[in-house]
């Protein structure tokens, strides 16, 4: 059940990482659905970057750290429903392709670390 933990973890960490690069850089595509699309102003990325993060870090320090590993993995688990609720508001369900995957593993991470506690 460890070693799952384990894959899921760097796999959502890996998965999160990149989406904050993105959001930092001011990639076209993110900029065009999170901009644009769901209407998160460009002001915030960084602060949307900087959360996930937080919550990459806090996943992998939290194979080592249980309590550490099951609030980030919570807090990804919340960042990523606020992100699926954004693309559902404004009728973007072409745009759930982005936060559902992080979300299931989000999801994942936080049941695993949970069980393996």
Known sequence: ???ALVVVTV???LLVL???VMKLRKNEQVVAVIGGTVGVP???FSV???LEIAGALGIV???W???LGIAAAAGLTAYFI???IGHLRVGDTKGLAMPLPPLVLSVAVLVLRIVTA
């Open 18 to 20: 990149n989406s904050a």
């Open 61 to 63: 320090a939290g194979l």
């Open 1 to 3: 059940m460890f070693i």
């Open 48 to 50: 949307l970057a900087a």
């Open 65 to 67: 750290i249980e309590p």
């Open 42 to 44: 460009e002001r915030y």
């Open 11 to 13: 796999l959502l960490a």
């Open 82 to 84: 606020g992100a699926l």
